[in-house]
C-alpha cells in the first residue's frame, strides 16, 4: 500500500531543539519504515491516546495516525516530554502541512 504523510504544523517547533544527528535517523525511520508498513513498526497507544500510534527512534518518539493511506504526523519529541501536552488537540485537519511521498524532502525543513 502506498502511504502519503503529512506533518501537523506545530512538527517545525518540535524538531528545532533537536539535536542535527538525531533528526537525521528520525526522518530516515519515517521514510524507511513508517512509509513501508506504520502498523507493522508503530505501536498503538492507549487510554486517552487511543487511535494514534507511536514510532520509537532511540530515546525520541514519532506520534502518527494513519486515516486510510494517509498518515499524520502530530508530535515528535523525547519520550519523557512527549506525552506531557495533549496530542489529541493536535489533530486538527485545518493545521495539516501534507508532502508527497516521492518527494526527496519529507520531514518539514529544519
Do not use: C, W
Not at 501537523?8 to 528545532?16: A, G, N, R, T, V
Not at 525520541?60 to 499524520?72: A, L, P, Q, T
Amino acid at each position: 500500500m502506498n502511504y502519503q504523510i503529512s506533518y501537523h504544523l506545530e512538527i517545525k517547533k518540535d524538531i528545532s531543539g533537536i539535536p542535527k544527528n538525531i533528526k537525521t535517523r528520525i526522518k530516515k525511520a519515517i521514510e524507511n519504515r513508517l512509509l513501508s508498513d506504520p502498523i507493522r513498526y508503530g505501536v498503538p497507544l492507549r487510554r486517552s491516546l487511543q487511535g494514534y500510534r507511536k514510532l520509537r527512534v532511540g530515546n525520541y518518539r514519532v506520534i502518527y495516525k494513519i486515516e486510510g493511506n494517509d498518515i499524520i504526523v502530530l508530535k515528535i519529541g523525547h519520550r519523557k516530554e512527549v506525552y506531557d501536552k495533549p496530542i489529541t488537540q493536535r489533530g486538527l485537519v485545518s493545521k495539516v502541512e501534507s508532502n508527497n511521498k516521492t518527494s526527496n524532502n519529507s520531514l518539514p525543513r529544519f
